[in-house]
């Protein structure tokens, strides 16, 4: 049974940092790439990151670029969500998702196989 269990979240001031886990089982991590979309109240699912499956590419949201980010360890079957710096707009659900290999277009959610149920993160003073 292919699962992927997000982790980490929680209430943080702006300012400060959290970082989500994405634990994965049923399939060979090492085979596919891990991307991090979030999805605020009343807006569009939104492309995070991802993270391919030779760990050497990663790619980021022009908006999250310098503040996360992205790593894996296959050896655990976990992937990594290192946010810094949130800023309140940050606040969201979190989730993750794999797909085959690469993360070409990696922001389109329908490229995506597999996904998490989602953890919330909530950026306020």
């Known amino acids: 049974q292919v699962q992927l269990v997000e982790s980490g979240g929680g209430l943080v001031q702006p300012g400060g940092s959290l970082r989500l886990a994405c634990k994965t089982s049923?399939?060979?991590?090492?085979?596919?790439?891990i991307g991090w979309f979030r999805q605020a109240p009343g807006k569009e699912r939104e492309g995070v990151s991802c993270?391919?499956?030779?760990?050497?590419?990663?790619y980021y949201s022009d908006s999250m670029k310098g503040r996360f980010t992205t790593s894996r360890d296959n050896a655990k079957s976990t992937a990594y969500l290192q946010m810094d710096s949130l800023k309140p707009e940050d606040t969201a659900v979190y989730f993750c998702?794999?797909?085959?290999?690469?993360?070409?277009?990696?922001?389109?959610?329908?490229?995506?196989?597999?996904w998490g149920q989602g953890t919330q993160v909530t950026v306020s003073s």
């Open positions: 998702a794999a797909r085959g290999y690469y993360c070409s277009d990696y922001a389109s959610f329908n490229e995506y196989d597999y």
């Open positions: 049923g399939f060979t991590l090492d085979y596919y790439a």
């Open positions: 993270i391919n499956s030779s760990n050497k590419s990663t």
